[in-house]
């Protein structure tokens, strides 16, 4: 083996790189979202988040955003992972995530590996459930965006909220 060879196993120099990259993009987009208990104020700013955390994954992820009742941001959680074309979403377990975090709002958000963010029936069943089941405890769904690739869609953009 050359020295100039890469290591057989781990990350290029390169993908060092882009790591070290993509994780100072979200040290700014977490910032400029605001710390916990500072108002969230851009949408543009919540899906270049969601985008930076859930946009690459080879897998789907459901995620969410707490927020208390003025819309500051509690935490963001990964609460489900699923395989290459689905995840179940179950909503005892997210109304029991929103109690824990006591939020009075929450941003829903997925993505899908295959790149295209287009919401699928079930996505528009399952956030009208979690809305119903959410609603029962007083939390708010303000939107459900789901990340495709560099692409996102805002159920709250198109109406289907």
Known sequence: MKSE??????????????????????????RRL????????SPTDVKAMLTLKLGDLPHEVFAVLWLDTQHRLIAYEELFR???????????EVVKAALRHNAGAV????????GVPEPSRADEVLTGELKTA????GVRVLDH??????GTLSFAERGLI
Do not use: C, W
Not at 34 to 41: D, I, N, T
Not at 86 to 92: E, G, K, L, N
């Open 107 to 114: 941003i829903l958000s997925h993505n899908h590996p295959s």
């Open 5 to 30: 060879d890469p290591p057989p196993y781990g990350p290029t120099r390169d993908e060092k790189m882009e790591n070290e990259v993509i994780a100072k993009a979200l040290f700014y987009l977490e």
């Open 34 to 41: 605001g710390e916990p208990g500072e108002a969230l104020s």
């Open 145 to 150: 965006i789901i990340v495709g690739g560099a």
């Open 134 to 137: 959410l609603a029962l405890v």
């Open 82 to 92: 699923g395989t290459l074309t689905q995840t179940s979403v179950y909503p005892r």
